[in-house]
């Protein structure tokens, strides 16, 4: 499986984003997807996930009512809608898969950067 993530940029805060994660391969395998983030200095932080199958979502509590995570499963990818974005959003976004095999898979992450 590959993610390739796009849509980060530069926002003022209260302003918005909407990240893609577009997947291509084995993407039948794919059971859950989801949305970390990670800042310098910091570990990885599950931001939100959504099942393939029934679109079952999670997220942090620091993004509820904020981001939506959804997928478009006929084009195999995921979208992540950032509304309302705070300073302390800033970080990189990174798009994993989680397949039926146990394996994650990774893109390479895309720089969101919100000033204040």
């Not at 395998?29 to 200095?41: D, F, L």
């Not at 932080?45 to 999670?58: D, H, K, M, P, S």
């Not at 981001?67 to 798009?95: G, H, R, W």
Request: proline fraction near 2%.
């Amino acid at each position: 499986v590959q993610l390739v993530e796009s849509g980060g940029g530069l926002v003022q805060a209260g302003g918005s984003l909407r990240l893609s994660c577009a997947a291509s391969g084995s993407t039948e395998s794919i059971n859950t997807m989801a949305w970390y983030r990670q800042t310098p200095g910091k570990e990885r932080e599950l931001v939100a996930t959504i099942t393939n199958v029934g679109g079952r979502t999670f997220y942090v509590d620091s993004v509820k009512g904020r981001f939506t995570i959804s997928n478009d499963n006929a084009k195999n990818t995921m979208y992540l809608q950032m509304n309302s974005l705070k300073p302390e959003d800033t970080a990189v976004y990174l798009c994993n898969a989680w397949v039926l095999t146990g394996d994650h898979y990774w893109g390479q992450g895309t720089q969101v950067t919100v000033s204040s």
